[in-house]
């Protein structure tokens, strides 16, 4: 929990340096280098050591903030009003697939181990090879943002008025680069449009949903793989946390896929439907989840006698399929907030103001995050 916070911390600071960084470097560099921290964590993990773990999550941190910011200028590129859902909806379902991979690998790997994944710890060489194989994924993935294609630079943007304020901009396309704008004036020009954004009404009143997003995130992302862990449910050990990554995959997939194939219906304030519809989603999974799970499964030492970890707040023994029900409509609820918050900002604030924007977003998720993960022990 407390690496998570420091990473989560980290993130939000760099949220604010991100765009200046994506102007000196582009989204696709970007890109390649914070993926390359991202490979660099894994790899601490491998042999952990206290101190080269905080280390990397610091690293981690600094690189997820540019990494999530760089995605989202790359996304507002190569997007307009009439994409910007379906290219939202294809960017969460593959970002989301990934969950596929590595789970599905740690439960086919643990099944097959030595004592079938019904410990409730990982030994230190299932430890070993795990992480070994998923640092091999990362990289592999670090080099193939490679394939993606350069934005077109040959655009320029100007501010209008509109319904949005002066939040929207419109498109100007030129033979030649504009020259006036050093970089080091661009680099600055970037943060100050950030802090313009900070204040703006759209954003102010995006804020609560940007914060909820952290906090939900807080919770699947860290919180109920850690309950069902402590939890021996049906016999399935720690197995049962790669089963709930490949779930909450499922739910997350499935909801990108879904948005991209009907986003173009949802535009302007229809976007409130989907995320309302995600909303009391949630609330029901989370009331199961309260339901199914002990209370003290997030943080009980697996020591304690199963009996006392096994029994939800009505009384009853919990259940693996339900469990596995709540992974899944986790993350077809989270599917629903940042599809919907993506497709926002790719079709309102397009051009220069695009990462800005999606830095913001990333900021106050990332508090809210590193707050909840401060709290969780």
């Known amino acids: 929990y407390y690496t998570l916070c420091i990473i989560y911390g980290m993130l ?49 941190g600094f690189g997820a903030g540019t990494l999530w910011t760089a995605q989202g200028a790359y996304l507002v590129d190569n997007s307009n009003e009439s994409t910007s859902g379906r290219n939202s909806g294809i960017f969460w379902a593959l970002l989301q697939a990934s969950l596929f991979i590595g789970n599905i690998f740690v439960y086919i790997y643990l099944s097959a181990s030595s004592d079938g994944g019904e410990g409730l710890k990982l030994t230190r060489t299932q430890s070993m090879i795990i992480f070994s194989v998923l640092t091999c994924f990362c990289a592999v993935g670090t080099l193939s943002v490679l394939a993606l294609r350069k934005p077109d630079t040959s655009k320029d943007y100007v501010i209008v008025e509109n319904k949005f304020g002066r939040d929207s901009v419109q498109e100007h396309t030129y033979n030649q680069p504009i020259k006036a704008r050093t970089v080091a004036f661009k680099m600055g020009l970037a943060f100050v449009r950030a802090l313009k954004l900070l204040v703006t009404k759209e954003i102010l009143a995006l804020s609560l949903l940007f914060v909820y997003t952290g906090l939900e995130l807080n919770f699947f992302s860290g919180v109920y793989g850690t309950c069902m862990g402590n939890v021996k449910l049906d016999s399935f050990g720690v197995r049962s946390v790669g089963l709930n990554g490949v779930f909450i995959g499922i739910g997350e997939v499935a909801g990108g896929l879904a948005f991209m194939t009907v986003g173009h219906y949802f535009k302007g304030k229809a976007r409130v439907f989907i995320v309302m519809f995600g909303f009391v989603l949630h609330m029901i999974t989370f009331y199961t989840i309260f339901l199914n799970l002990p209370n003290r499964s997030p943080s009980t030492d697996v020591t304690i006698p199963h009996a006392e970890l096994r029994s939800g707040a009505l009384g009853f023994e919990s259940i693996i399929y339900v ?33 800005p924007a999606v830095a913001i977003y990333k900021f106050f998720q990332s508090i809210a995050a590193m707050i909840a993960f401060f709290y969780n022990p």
């Open 12 to 60: 939000a600071i760099s949220n604010w340096l991100a765009p200046s960084i994506i102007v000196l470097l582009g989204s696709r560099l970007t890109m390649i280098i914070s993926a390359a921290l991202y490979t660099l964590y894994i790899a601490s993990l491998i042999y952990p050591n206290v101190w080269t773990i905080l280390v990397a999550s610091v690293f981690i």
């Open 323 to 355: 469990a596995l029900l709540d992974s899944f409509l986790l993350g077809l609820g989270d599917s629903c907030f940042n599809t919907q918050i993506y497709a926002f900002i790719t079709s309102v604030y397009i051009g220069e103001r695009g990462a």
